[in-house]
């Protein structure tokens, strides 16, 4: 099992930066892929962004592309999502997710655990 906690959220006006984090506890995550989801209001969950296992490669969704940036700490099983230049568009409820492999994906079918989630609103 892991138990996944983020935090970070907030409000915040358009072009303001936030960055959010998510702790991870129990069984080695360091080992997995992780991954940032977000469903804003009436939307479906979308995939932001991955990071495979030792942080050696990234993906990104397009719509935060050259915005945000995934990284990772093993030595402390966190995972950070920084964001810059928030649009209200971007304004959801931001998860973090544990993948079932070293190297990530956008289908959150592949993700095995979940966070419960941080809330991000962007003003206009």
């Known amino acids: 099992q892991v138990q996944l906690v983020e935090s970070g959220g907030g409000l915040v006006q358009a072009g303001d930066s936030l960055r959010l984090s998510c702790a991870a506890s129990g069984r080695t995550s360091s080992a997995y892929a992780m991954g940032w989801f977000r469903q804003g209001p009436g939307k479906e969950r979308e995939f932001v962004a991955a990071i495979n296992y030792n942080g050696g490669s990234t993906y990104y969704a397009d719509s935060v592309k050259g915005r945000f940036t995934i990284s990772r700490d093993n030595a402390k099983n966190t995972v950070n999502l920084q964001m810059n230049s928030l649009k209200p568009e971007d304004t959801a409820v931001y998860y973090c997710?544990?993948?079932?492999?070293?190297?990530?994906?956008?289908?959150?079918?592949?993700?095995?655990?979940w966070g419960q989630g941080t809330q991000v609103a962007v003003s206009s």
């Open positions: 997710a544990t993948h079932r492999y070293r190297y990530g994906s956008s289908d959150p079918r592949e993700y095995a655990y």
